[in-house]
């Protein structure tokens, strides 16, 4: 096969001017915020320390208490130990808790 049978090559876009193609311009959206991490921190902090202080009390004075589940099981006992996302409560045996699946809790002796 020679190079005169070939079949000839396609014009390219720009060649013809003596100029590079000319790339599509990209489109760049508006940047997004920015949120300072010192502030987001600081709002979350507040209420993460309510929270841990107030289960650190109740374990320290092992008061009993009443947690209610999302789907409306009740589980008596005393808090045990408590992590990120579980609480570990002693009533009739020990049971472990996400975090996510409680409704709400109160003391024993308060009306919930």
Not at 12 to 38: C, D, M, N, V
């Amino acid at each position: 096969m020679s190079i005169s049978s070939l079949p000839p090559l396609p014009a390219s876009r720009g060649l013809e001017t003596g100029r590079p193609p000319a790339h599509p311009r990209k489109s760049y959206s508006a940047p997004l915020s920015y949120h300072f991490p010192a502030q987001s921190v600081d709002r979350e902090a507040v209420s993460r320390h309510a929270e841990l202080f107030y289960l650190q009390k109740q374990i320290q004075s092992q008061t009993p208490m009443v947690i209610v589940l999302e789907d409306g099981e009740r589980i008596d006992g005393c808090i045990e130990w408590y992590d990120r996302n579980t609480l570990k409560v002693r009533g009739r045996g020990r049971t472990l808790i996400y975090k996510s699946a409680i409704k709400y809790m109160y003391k024993l002796g308060d009306n919930g």
